[in-house]
């Protein structure tokens, strides 16, 4: 079956750490996204990829970096600087990017991150 | 403005009823995209519809079917005969090119309970 795998569902951070969400796909996409959601709010774009090699940073980047040396792969790394990262982030992808008013994003089940 | 306006914070709907849940648009980009995803408990976000703004008829895809109205910039979706599967967060997203390049922007979305 083809899809989106977030890992973990669940992950905890310590002050000062940093930590890695994992997002992986097999749609052969080649656009991936990572998005944050807070309680009762939408969702918010942090980091999108539209090739390897290459990302671009969304409306909330501060605090998180991203790489995409594989086609496949679109790691999202929470660092020490983003202080409030206690949230549940979503990575999703699509066919060619966003570069038309009809591409539609895929969806992976998510990560909820905790801060302890 | 806010670019996607969900006004209901939570629905509640008999199981076999009709429901729609609101939403509103602000965008002066001429092409742009508009679509529902379904957020059960699980997390994942699940595509259910899409109406690009040149499209002359509304939308339908099953149970689910859009109330496009362009010059008031609503796109209501609308839930025929609903299951208790139903019961889930419900968002509004609008594809339009902001900066140079297109973005999918979520609306706050809408907590739908499906009563038996």
């Known amino acids: 079956d083809g899809g989106i795998t977030q890992s973990p569902k669940y992950l905890f951070r310590k002050e000062g750490q940093n930590v890695t969400l994992s997002c992986e796909q097999n749609l052969n996409h080649d656009a991936m996204y990572w998005y944050r959601q807070d309680p009762g709010q939408g969702l918010r774009l942090i980091y999108y990829s539209q090739i390897v090699n290459d990302f671009q940073k969304g409306d909330i980047a501060e605090g998180y970096s991203v790489s995409r040396e594989k086609k496949e792969s679109f790691p999202l790394t929470v660092t020490s600087a983003q202080k409030n990262p206690t949230a549940f982030y979503l990575c999703?992808?699509?066919?060619?990017?966003?570069?038309?008013?009809?591409?539609?994003?895929?969806f992976g089940s998510g990560t909820q991150l905790s801060v302890l | 403005a806010q670019k996607i306006t969900q006004t209901q914070p939570g629905m509640f709907v008999q199981e076999k009823e009709a429901v729609t849940l609101d939403c509103t648009y602000d965008t002066s980009d001429p092409s742009y995209g508009l679509f529902w995803y379904k957020q059960p408990s699980s997390g994942e976000m699940i595509f259910l519809i899409y109406q690009g703004s040149y499209d002359q008829q509304n939308a339908t895809e099953g149970r689910y079917s859009l109330n496009f109205q362009k010059a008031r910039k609503s796109a209501n979706l609308v839930i025929s005969a609903s299951q208790l599967g139903d019961s889930a967060m419900y968002f509004c997203?609008?594809?339009?090119?902001?900066?140079?390049?297109?973005?999918?922007?979520f609306g706050k979305g809408t907590k739908l309970s499906v009563i038996p």
């Open positions: 997203a609008i594809m339009d090119s902001g900066a140079g390049s297109y973005q999918l922007t």
């Open positions: 999703a992808s699509s066919s060619t990017g966003p570069s038309n008013s009809y591409e539609k994003l895929f």
